[in-house]
């Protein structure tokens, strides 16, 4: 079974940083683009960050200056640092993942698209 599992999450003032991780688990050949994603109360979810294999990112313009994801790849782990933090930063962050079971799955492009719990972050005024 393949899980993601985030951490980091937290309360902080507003300008404050904070980090978040995410590691995946479970039987795994290869991960696709991994990204990180929010939700605020009464809002949808949106995408905060995502970064290819390669390590090419790409960021929502809220975030952008903010906000940097980067990953390890032999760890299996994405993370994102946050820094200048806002109020408006406040939610619950999930990280995503495609990712291959086996390598007949990675060779015909068949991903099972995987969600970590969330991990909460307010940021106060």
């Known amino acids: 079974q393949v899980q993601l599992v985030e951490s980091g999450g937290g309360l902080v003032q507003a300008g404050g940083s904070l980090r978040l991780s995410c590691a995946a688990s479970g039987s795994i050949f290869s991960i696709n683009d991994m990204g990180w994603y929010r939700q605020a109360p009464g809002s949808q979810r949106e995408l905060v960050a995502t970064?290819?294999?390669?390590?090419?990112?790409n960021y929502a313009d809220s975030v952008k200056g903010r906000f940097t994801i980067s990953r390890d790849n032999a760890k299996k782990t994405v993370y994102l640092q946050m820094n200048s933090l806002k109020p408006e930063d406040t939610a619950l962050y999930y990280c995503?993942?495609?990712?291959?079971?086996?390598?007949?799955?990675?060779?015909?492009?068949?991903?099972?698209?995987?969600w970590g719990q969330g991990t909460l972050v307010t940021v106060s005024s």
């Open positions: 970064i290819t294999r390669g390590g090419r990112t």
């Open positions: 995503n993942a495609p990712v291959a079971i086996t390598r007949a799955d990675f060779q015909t492009n068949r991903y099972l698209e995987v």
